[in-house]
């Protein structure tokens, strides 16, 4: 009897081991696989390094010689920096003030501010080469700042600008038009909203669609919706992607709180489509087609911009392989799959990165362009993935509104952008669009190159991100020579320059000139000497080395140069 009793307890912890093994430890270890060796793909860590990273600023010396360089080569940085300033200063006058008016009441201006250089520089930076912020007017493809001067957009509206600023004008225009009949009447729909709904189904290939005021709603109610549906918890991001602020789609840095519910896994890796497959708690996948330029890393700011290392470049083929892939996967095991075209929609493809990749999702945000310039967030889903209520149980709804959503002067824009959209001339300018863009592309590249100078140009289609050629710690300067020759970017640099499609031949090559122009001088003045050995991986220990000089002394101080000590 007592053998019996023995067998049966062995049996049992036999099987509450191999439970555990299976069910527990096999999944744990499979994620722990399929996370991104990055900080980016190790939310948790990277929010606690972010808290004990210090701050320390260079002082106006060492602000020239951050990697040691010699003393003529500094002297000549110092110049040239000084110069730029007192053409920042005649030129930026009015902007610079009308930003420095602002500054006080406007957080996000000073957060923009900061983080356009790395923090060592930063101060430095903001004290003297001040460009402004304040417009007065767009023409064409050019920005007229508050001084009168004409700068060539590359910033894209932060990718609102597909069609040109013409374009949009015309449909605000229809807006205000249109919708002061009505006033902000709310909660009732103007007529061309079915239009849109059809055409936004047509676009996508989906059965419904809702309306909401930015991108970052529409990826709430996406992934909302398909936790509804399927009664599962997770979502699944990739490392590096940005779906909007929302705190369940920023696990990481900038999110002060942990998300527990959401798991990043690494970008184009058979191991997360192990974790996909096996687990059945999964409630959706998100993609940023944009990610197809560079996997796994977040979008290429110059405040990060520590070394020469940052690399972008699509493979369309791989990229697309790995979606049919994901697709399957999500498939096969009940997982929504959810595209965030907030930023390719309308702009890869009249179908956005479905068409352009190939692979048909479940539920597509769109956002940025398509009401012609006003605010916007939409969800175009499945028909069994958008319903809000079950007809079975009454009280089990999926809750989302929101009082501006279908806005009368919105949708009135959004008519005025999807007529014109469908319309021959705007069809004509996706014709061969990543062909001539690639053909572009290479050409600049090329040019570069037989000009010796250390940058090339990677893009996806109509949005460019620069890579730096040499391990240099100055390269975010180039921004401050592109600016002084005219052309605009957002306060996130040269990783991510925006062009519309409707841009012309004769503004592209002033573009390119420009381009040209702004490296050779930031080349002669010395930005881009690199001691010998010096490598991408001798600056980051370089700095690492001082960041941890600075946490030691635990100073908010300035760190200077070794002539000056
Ligand atoms: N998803 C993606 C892919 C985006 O690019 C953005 C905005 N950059 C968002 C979501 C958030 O959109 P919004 O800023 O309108 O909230």
Known sequence: MAACVNTLIDCLIGAAALWLLWFRIIPRVELSLAKHRSLAGHSRWSRRLARILPAYEYDAQRFFDADGAPAEIAARRQAAFAQLADLYRRRFARSAALTDAAMPYLSDLQFTARYRVPFQFSRHVREHLKGGSFVTRTHGNRIIDADGNELFDLTGSYGVNVLGHDF?????????????????????????????????????GLD?????????????????????????????????????????????????????????????????????????????????????????RAAPGDSALLDGARRAGVDREAYGAWL???????????????????????????????????????????????????PIGVLCGRAALMARFRADHPADVCFARGTFNAHPYVMAAMDAFLTRFAGEPVRALYRDLDATWNRRVAALNARL?????????????????????????????????????????????????????????????????????????????????????????????????????????????????????
Request: glycine letters at 8%; a positive charge.
């Open 168 to 204: 949009y004008k015309e449909c605000m225009l229809r807006a205000t038009e249109a919708g002061s009949a009505v006033g902000p009447l709310l909660g009732s729909y103007l007529p061309p909203t079915i239009e849109n709904a059809r055409r936004l189904c047509a676009i996508s």
């Open 324 to 374: 049919k892939q994901l697709r399957a996967v999500c498939s096969e095991r009940g997982i929504a799959l959810i595209f965030d075209e907030v930023f390719t929609g309308f702009r890869l493809a009249p179908g956005g990165a479905q068409e352009y990749f190939g692979v048909r999702a479940d539920l597509v945000t769109y956002g940025k362009t398509v009401a012609g310039g006003l």
């Open 449 to 565: 190159q037989s000009q010796g100078l250390p940058l090339r140009v990677s893009n996806l289609s109509t949005i460019w991100s620069i890579d730096y050629l040499v391990p240099s710690r100055y390269n975010w300067m180039l921004q401050y020579y592109l600016r002084a020759h005219g052309l605009a970017l957002s306060w996130v640099g040269t990783g991510r320059l925006i062009f519309n499609l409707a841009y012309t031949t004769d503004d592209y090559e002033a573009v390119v000139e420009r381009l040209q122009a702004a490296a050779t001088e930031m080349q002669r003045d010395g930005w881009w000497w690199v001691a010998p050995g010096q490598s991408n991986r001798s600056v980051r220990k370089a700095i690492t080395a001082e960041l941890f000089q600075a946490w030691c002394s635990g100073l908010i101080g300035s760190i200077s140069s070794p002539r000056n000590r």
């Open 208 to 296: 419904q669609v809702s309306f909401h005021m930015s991108g970052t709603e529409a990826v709430m109610q996406a992934v909302r919706l398909a936790r509804y549906h399927n009664r599962r918890r997770y979502l699944v991001r990739f490392c590096g992607a940005y779906h909007g602020w929302w705190g369940d789609v920023q696990p990481g840095v900038g999110n002060p709180v942990p998300a527990p519910d959401t798991l990043t896994l690494e970008d184009m890796s058979a191991a997360s489509l192990r974790v996909l497959r096996r687990r059945r708690d999964i409630s959706c996948v998100l993609v940023n087609p944009v990610q197809s330029m560079h996997p796994n």
